[in-house]
């Protein structure tokens, strides 16, 4: 069980790592779109079964911020770049990474080198870039990323004794401007800013 919470923030940060700043320094896309996550188990003939299922939300502001929610869980990106994940059951927010300054890793899914990109297919209505996952080096999944958006749309990750596999991938996709009060830690949340080491 201990992969499949790594799974969850995994994705989870890949989806909405580190964002522009500000507008004027580089056009970010706003976005809202459902997602949802399905993790199944791999029977032995290879055959999936549904083991869990949950849905959610993505929103990313012009700004550059970003909260990814999947069931009690977000991950909370403001402007600067620094990131928390919050537990909405408890009403806390953890800062987890602190940064000086932002990476624009939107603007690094638009400008993927050709050589890491292994075809494209239809995902949502949205002709995705497909590149490998890695997981200590090795391949575990693949990645479906819109490039115009520097969005990434759909993630396939398995663990490394192959049983499970885990599907998260946004739908609904709409380029608009997401309410504020969507993409900020919520009033009456408790903060914590010491970022691990």
């Not at 549904?50 to 911020?65: D, M, P, T």
């Not at 049983?163 to 739908?171: G, I, P, Q, T």
Request: proline share 6%; with cysteine; aromatic share 10%.
């Amino acid at each position: 069980m201990k992969w499949l919470h790594l799974t969850l923030w995994g994705p989870i940060l890949f989806f909405s790592l580190f964002q522009d700043a500000t507008r004027a320094q580089s056009t970010v896309e706003p976005i809202k779109a459902k997602q949802r996550k399905l993790t199944y188990q791999i029977q032995p003939d290879g055959s999936k079964i549904l083991k869990q299922q949950e849905a959610g939300v993505f929103y990313r502001a012009s700004s550059g911020a970003t909260m990814n929610t999947m069931g009690d869980r977000s991950t909370f990106m403001d402007e600067q770049g620094n990131t928390y994940n919050i537990v909405h059951s408890r009403k806390l927010a953890k800062l987890v990474v602190r940064q000086d300054q932002p990476l624009f890793y939107y603007e690094m899914i638009k400008k993927l080198p050709p050589e890491s990109i292994k075809g494209y297919e239809m995902v949502n209505g949205l002709n995705c870039a497909i590149r490998l996952v890695l997981m200590n080096g090795k391949p575990s999944g693949k990645a479906y990323s819109y490039l115009p958006y520097g969005l990434t749309v759909k993630v396939e990750t398995t663990d490394p004794g192959g049983s499970f596999l885990v599907v998260r991938e946004m739908y609904d996709i709409e380029v608009a401007e997401p309410d504020q009060a969507l993409v900020r830690i919520p009033e009456g949340y408790s903060i914590n800013d010491r970022a691990e080491q």
